[in-house]
């Protein structure tokens, strides 16, 4: 439905009225233009299946399409971790894909379907309906209170050629992320768009969230906990996405001695796509601020969910040094090496300060009602949660200028 | 995925909760409502927009009272349902009446609490029919009108209603407002083959525990679907955005197997249906295996044949399969097309019910082995006994049937319906009919004599040559089938006189109403149909037994008159079809003038009747 006037939910301040603006969609009578938005924005978006489909990790997701020759914009989660990955087209084609990179600050992966007998910087030969990334980010961003579309495969309810799922919500807010992924703080900290709709579920992320009129305004996010309340947070990760990070490189001076220099880098959804299609992107590398490193314990604090929650263990990881050295459930942490511990974050950023894999640190324990001494050995972290890592090229792709992922620390 | 039913072990704190916070969103709503009085706000609102809130609004009002809130005895809500027609009957989930047993109660939104009685149920498709019983006799209940929930669209709007959380006393049903997130969505049964969600429609419309049963709208106020399940996982089982909703379609296709106190089953086609080549670019729907004693099997279906169609749609994923095949009662005749060496070949399929095998003419069930038997609402046996419901009175129970009170009902409605073309009761004693038959190029005399007076009933033809059988007596099945190649006409004939001269009365073995079944006259000049859809003609069906035989006749359902019936002579072996045409009156009683028999996929013959003779005495 053409002409349709932009429609918006208008908040009224102090009576708290809800109007309606969607002109005539309403009407008993009216056609829906949702059908025709869903419709062509099926097109432009694929299923994924890859990595998972244990503890709670899936092995499913969203894609969407942003060149003609099958490039696949998605979140850069587990998922991808394979090199089994596969996607089926809104049409039912079931193809190949493989990872061609991955920026963890942008939460974001370039794929790109893997056609048989063509190297990936060769022309598919595909002509796939694809979102313009490029001109989708030049439009202005929604504002709060609009209208949005949310197209994803959520709970990985469609297969092959069944439509994936559409929803439908308000923006609520625009704002910067302070998501957090079990213990993990989560890499992008840009801004995101905050809907009313219940979008990011197990599936979704790497979703479209579009406008009324079916232009894309973002990437469905994963499923993460607000870091300030633990509530789930329905978020898109918007197509002007850009964020500044600041990173330490080493620099050989005229003498060639070595000395890191910090050294602010500018990146953009944009620019990772359109570099990304060119193989001329690289990720930016830098140490990750995740709670936990150091020195390795092992201990499983219990949720964080206040500014000084007390270090209470949840639980122990087993065969880790917190296990070794007899910590129990329920133990309260109270002193390191004489420091008093008021809270988790204080130990944790004891730990991140202080330590490092093979050191010995002396905790003083409440147990019950008496304190106990524990020595713990502290360890060298088990492989954590990595952001995927591009699958291998095919051997012909060799010589293409495909980026390698951002080195492991 | 998990049902809706109102968790009775949700902790009372937090249900107080949710309770208020969702009072506080009425309130919000009400004043939007308000906007019809003078006030500064509505002046700046689009007319289109105010419009469209107030036919929203008036289609609210318009549905709001046909919808149920389903109770146990006593009052505490246990889900949702709606009201579709003026007597009183109301659709709801399986798994709402399930705890509730077949006396039930049903608050409605006049803040009236009826006694209800379980009429049919569907455990496989999750559905259950219910009546209220009104509290002045005749009364009609307000009701809503069914929709076409093949016309519902991704994107659409929809409406759900019911009483989540069991939160409204009065009964006035919680409206949520959402689209349509997706429709023909596939959800996997939640145990034991049961509540499986076929071509279902998928909503982001909040429904939340206790809305299950309840309706789902379009913006015409149609019932579009019956909502029942939703996929939750780690936010608790409460709306996390997508539901889902059993499509009225297929509803429809079971209305008349719930109207008729049946516990109804689900078909299968007997043959594993698989995707060939799962890294192939796109899928191909192949015949695995197929079992022998399957009517697929006997129509020609086999072991790699290329499955093209199902009842109408092409199937190019499990998926599609599951929700197509989903969809149909047991013993419902479809047409297939599967494809076999570049070779197109349309078939007529009778499916398979999906549930073990377990009823054999309302024979006593026997549970599963090893297996628990399936749950269906049987008298609760309340520690506290409950006052006598009037609704008991329409309640009783049989084994194999959910309420045998209203298989009675509706089959002697049809049974009287029936009769309207003709009451042969007077006529009980011999008959003879005479005329002609037609078999491929050949011609003949036909009669048949009927002799069912003496000691030992017998059935004497001259079809071809001369026939005789003692329908009771022989056990042969191969004597039972004769005259050879019609499955059995002799004794076709016999039951369809038994039908029309002593009725219900005739069958000991069984007379029960088997619900609604398409059935496929074939153009009796022999001619091909383009498709085998478009002979389709919706029956009503009666099942009859008598000493072995089994039987099915199917009325149309447009005029009751019937249309054809069904010998069985053993019921793995293909039936004795007799298609009744050119019906005329014979003394003010309609008869049919014309047979075709046909057994397996071939016509036998065609009957020319040019008399019917009834003896009051031995001919």
């Known amino acids: 439905m053409k002409g349709t006037p932009i429609s918006r939910w208008l908040l009224g301040s102090g009576l708290g009225v809800v109007l309606l603006g969607v002109g005539g969609v309403l009407s008993a009578s009216a056609a829906d233009p949702f059908h025709e938005v869903a419709e062509k924005a099926n097109r432009k978006l694929v299923k994924i299946f890859g990595a998972g489909g244990f503890s709670r990790l899936n092995n499913f997701g969203t894609g969407i399409i942003v060149s003609p020759e099958g490039h696949i914009l998605t979140v850069a989660s587990q998922l991808l971790d394979t090199p089994d990955l596969v996607v089926h087209l809104y049409d039912g084609q079931r193809l190949r894909a493989q990872v061609l990179v991955i920026e963890p600050e942008l939460d974001a992966a370039l794929l790109k379907i893997r056609v048989e007998g063509k190297r990936p910087d060769e022309p598919a030969g595909l002509e796939l309906d ?117 990173v330490r490189e080493p620099v050989k001076d005229k003498e060639g001695r070595v000395s890191e220099q910090e050294r602010t880098v500018h990146i953009s959804l944009v620019e990772f796509v359109k570099k990304g299609v060119r193989g001329e992107y690289k990720p930016v590398s830098r140490p990750q601020t995740v709670v936990g490193e150091g020195g390795w314990h092992g201990i499983i604090f219990v949720p964080n969910v206040l500014e000084r929650t007390p270090a209470y263990v949840e639980d122990v990881v087993p065969g880790s040094p917190a296990a070794k050295a007899g ?73 293409a200028k495909t980026e390698t992922p951002a080195p492991k620390k | 995925m998990t049902r809706l039913a109102v968790c009775t072990k949700l902790k009372r704190g937090k249900a107080q909760w949710i309770g208020w916070a969702a009072i506080a969103l009425t309130g919000g709503i009400c004043g939007a409502i308000g906007l019809s009085s003078p006030n500064s706000w509505a002046t700046e609102v689009d007319q289109i927009v105010l419009q469209a809130q107030a036919e929203r609004i008036a289609v609210i009002r318009k549905v709001a009272p046909a919808v149920v809130a389903v109770c146990r005895q006593g009052g505490q809500g246990v889900g949702s349902g709606v009201l579709i027609s003026p007597e009183g009957y109301a659709l709801t989930n399986f798994h709402v009446v399930q705890p509730t047993g077949p006396i039930l109660q049903a608050g409605l939104p006049d803040g009236v609490l009826y006694d209800a009685v379980v009429v049919g149920i569907d455990r496989v498709g999750d559905v259950a029919l219910i009546k209220l019983l009104p509290k002045q006799e005749g009364k009609p209940f307000p009701y809503v009108p069914m929709g076409d929930s093949d016309k519902v669209r991704i994107g659409d709007w929809s409406l759900a209603m019911g009483n989540p959380f069991s939160l409204a006393l009065d009964f006035t049903p919680t409206v949520t407002y959402g689209i349509v997130s997706g429709t023909n969505r596939y959800q996997p049964p939640e145990g ?52 889902y909703a059993i499509s009225i379609n297929q509803i429809k296709n079971f209305l008349g197997h719930l109207h008729a106190g049946l516990d109804v089953d689900h078909a299968t086609l007997g043959a594993i249906v698989q995707t060939a080549g799962d890294d192939a670019p796109l899928s191909q729907m192949v015949i695995g295996q197929i079992l022998e004693e399957s009517d697929a099997y006997r129509r020609g279906l086999r072991p790699g044949d290329q499955l093209v169609s199902f009842a109408g749609r092409v199937i190019t994923s499990t998926n599609q399969y599951k929700n197509i095949l989903g969809i149909f009662p047991k013993e419902w005749r479809v047409p297939i097309v599967v494809r076999r060496n570049n070779e197109r070949m349309e078939m007529l399929v009778r499916l398979m019910g999906s549930l073990p095998q377990s009823k054999e003419g309302g024979q006593v069930k026997q549970p599963e082995s090893g297996k628990p038997p399936v749950p269906v609402p049987v008298p609760a046996k309340e520690p506290k006994s409950m006052p006598a419901s009037p609704a008991a009175q329409f309640y009783k129970p049989k084994a194999g049937y959910a309420n045998w009170y209203f298989n009675e009902l509706e089959r002697d409605k049809l049974l009287t319906a029936f009769r309207q073309h003709g009451d042969f009761a007077a006529l009980a004693g011999n008959w003879t009919l005479q005329g002609t038959y037609q078999r491929g190029e050949q011609k003949g005399p036909f009669r048949c004599d009927l002799l069912v007076q003496g000691e030992e009933p017998l059935v004497k033809m001259v079809l071809n040559a001369s026939y005789e059988l003692a329908p009771l007596k022989t056990s042969d099945p191969a004597l039972l089938r004769e005259p050879i190649g019609s499955g059995g006409l002799m004794l076709a004939l016999y039951h369809y006189q038994r039908l029309l001269t002593i009725g219900p009365k005739g069958f000991e073995g069984e007379c029960s109403h088997a619900g609604h079944e398409p059935c496929y006259p074939f153009p009796l000049d022999g001619s091909v149909p383009a498709s085998l859809a478009e002979l389709r003609v919706d029956c009503a069906v009666l099942r009859t037994k008598h000493g072995a035989t089994e039987c099915k006749w199917y009325f149309n359902r447009k005029d009751n008159r019937l249309l054809a019936f069904e010998v069985y002579v053993t019921r793995d072996q293909d039936p004795c079809e007799v298609y009744c045409h050119d019906y005329k009156a014979v003394d003010g009683r309609w008869l049919p003038h014309r047979l075709e028999v046909r057994h397996g996929d071939r016509r036998y013959a065609v009957i020319s009747i040019e008399q019917y003779q009834f003896h009051k005495d031995k001919p």
């Open chain 1, 130 to 246: 694809y979102f313009d990334i490029e001109a989708a980010a030049q439009r202005p961003r929604a504002e709060v209170g609009d209208w949005v579309l949310a197209l994803s495969n959520t709970f990985e309810i469609a297969l092959r050629d069944e439509p994936l799922s559409l929803q439908r919500g308000v923006v609520m807010a625009y704002t910067k992320m302070a998501g957090r992924r079990g213990i993990f703080e989560f890499p992008y900290t840009g801004e995101v768009y905050i809907v009313d709709a219940i979008t990011n579920n197990p599936g979704a992320a790497g979703g479209a969230l579009l406008d009324r009129k079916g232009n894309l305004l973002g990437i469905i996010g994963r499923e993460l906990r607000n870091t300030l309340s633990d509530t789930w947070m329905n978020y898109a990760i918007p197509v002007q996405a850009a964020v500044e990070i600041k």
């Open chain 2, 192 to 243: 034991r083959g049961l509540l499986e969600y076929t071509d279902c429609i998928q909503i982001e419309t909040s429904i939340n525990p206790g809305n299950s049963g309840g309706p789902l709208f379009n913006m015409q106020g149609e019932l579009i679907g019956i909502n029942g399940r939703g996929s939750f996982e780690k936010r608790g089982r409460v709306n996390s955005g997508v539901g």
């Open chain 1, 327 to 399: 910590l129990r459930p329920d133990d309260l942490i109270s002193f390191v090496d004489g420091e008093p511990i008021v809270s988790i974050k204080a130990f944790q950023d004891w730990i991140r300060k202080n330590t490092r894999p093979g050191m010995t640190i002396r905790l003083e324990v409440r147990r019950g009602e008496a304190l106990q001494t524990v020595e713990l050995t502290l360890a060298s972290p088990p492989p954590r949660p990595q952001p995927p890592r591009p699958t291998p090229a095919p051997p012909k792709a060799a010589d």
